[in-house]
């Protein structure tokens, strides 16, 4: 299935149904009192996360989605029924943008989480709501107000504990195939990795991790060259990133300048993905000798002014990847527990909650109005002891 991890879409939330005028007509009463009632709320609109969904392909295809409408009030003070919700089901990982206000709605970062991103209308009051002592045949009614309408951005970043970045050509898919079950394209030239993959790399039976490919970086990739600039965005949840560096590149650049152009376009991208812990990784140490290896390794630790953890690796041949696995999974086990990173949602305003207060509030007068008697209407009541 193709990989799709932004999306936009329109979701409309139910109207709130109307309240009617009626009055109470039955045989001996042919002037009742006033019996509308009120209508139904309309439905929300919730985005829940699915575990069991990794794309966000079919929100491409069909962009509008609607909720039920709420009902119309009825006589004898029956109440209209509510409009049905509307659950879009997601990848768990996504993230919802309103976007004309580019205000973040929230984010699904465990499965089966629910996110309302529209809310469904208030309903109309019927007429019945507005008689009072001195009005009791009320012609007045409200009607329901219209649910929210926004048009979402649909972000879906992956869940992963390690994630690996590079150039192109690297070996970085080759490693997440040496480590795990994952088994992504690899090839002799640049950019065969055309959209993330994920691998579980199980270091024993019960102690595992989850480490996220994406396509290599080149020089340019935060002003939009190459590939890996719209992925980056899937490691910033990551824990721990992995620098796989390429020891001898095919097309003779020089690794400590590689690896400098990665370290800028992570900069340039975010500061705060570039403050996350990273490890340097030295690919490919089967194509060239000890010596020499160590020689480029100096190079690079010195032009980076590197101070971290460095490892020798060759995924090919998998020398020092089961090695390297274990590292990251007892780094990890160490890290406090944390839930996924979620982008603080920004206060979200729904129109309609001035309306919902004064109808409260309507609602809460009428109440304390403990003149009205409901079961007479024109009628003098005498009461004796």
């Known amino acids: 299935m193709k990989f799709v991890d932004e999306a936009i879409i329109r979701v409309e939330a139910g109207d709130g149904g109307n309240g009617i005028i009626s009055f109470l007509r039955e045989k001996f009463i042919s002037k009742g009192g006033p019996n509308g009632g009120d209508g139904g709320d309309g439905g929300d609109v919730y985005l829940q996360a699915d575990e069991n969904l990794n794309t ?88 329901g ?49 055309l959209v993330p993959n994920l691998g579980v790399v199980r270091v024993e039976s019960h102690r595992s991790f989850v480490i996220a490919d994406i396509p290599g970086l080149i020089e340019g990739a935060a002003e939009g060259a ?27 650049s020089d690794p400590a300048e590689n690896a400098q152009t990665i370290i800028q376009e992570l900069h340039k991208y975010s500061a705060k993905l570039a403050a996350k812990p990273r490890w340097l990784v030295f690919n490919k140490l089967d194509l060239v000798l000890e010596d020499e290896l160590e ?17 020798k690796i060759s995924a090919a041949s998998r020398e020092n990847t089961q090695q390297l696995s274990r590292e990251i999974l007892n780094y990890i086990e160490q890290l406090p527990e944390e839930k996924a990173s979620e ?5 979200v305003t729904f129109k309609w909650d001035d309306y919902h207060e004064e109808v409260n509030s309507l609602e809460d007068d009428l109440d304390e109005d403990d003149d009205f008697d409901d079961d007479d209407y024109d009628v003098e009541v005498i009461y004796q002891r």
């Open 343 to 347: 982008q603080a949602a920004d206060p």
């Open 295 to 311: 020689e480029i390794v100096q190079q690079v630790t010195t032009a980076l002014d590197w101070q971290g953890p460095v490892f």
């Open 145 to 193: 107000t219209p649910g929210e309408i926004r048009n979402l951005r649909l972000e879906l970043l992956l869940l992963a504990d390690v994630g690996l970045l590079g150039l192109p050509n690297a070996g970085k898919s080759t490693l997440i195939r040496a480590v795990s079950a994952a088994k992504p394209k690899v090839a002799d030239y640049p950019f065969t990795t």
């Open 56 to 143: 966000l392909v079919d929100y491409q295809f069909e962009k509008y989605h609607s909720a039920e409408r709420g009902e119309n009030g009825g006589s004898v003070n029956c109440t209209g029924k509510r409009g049905a919700d509307l659950v879009l089901k997601v990848p768990v990982g996504t993230r919802a943008v309103d976007v004309d206000t580019d205000e973040v709605i929230g984010d699904l970062t465990s499965n089966g989480q629910k996110l309302m991103v529209a809310k469904g209308g208030w309903h109309g009051l019927g007429n019945a709501r507005f008689a009072s002592s001195t009005n009791r045949t009320p012609r007045k009614k409200t009607n």
């Open 226 to 252: 190459g590939l890996g600039i719209q992925f980056l965005k899937h490691l910033e949840r990551c824990r721990l990133l992995l620098h796989v560096i390429d020891v001898l590149p095919a097309d003779g």
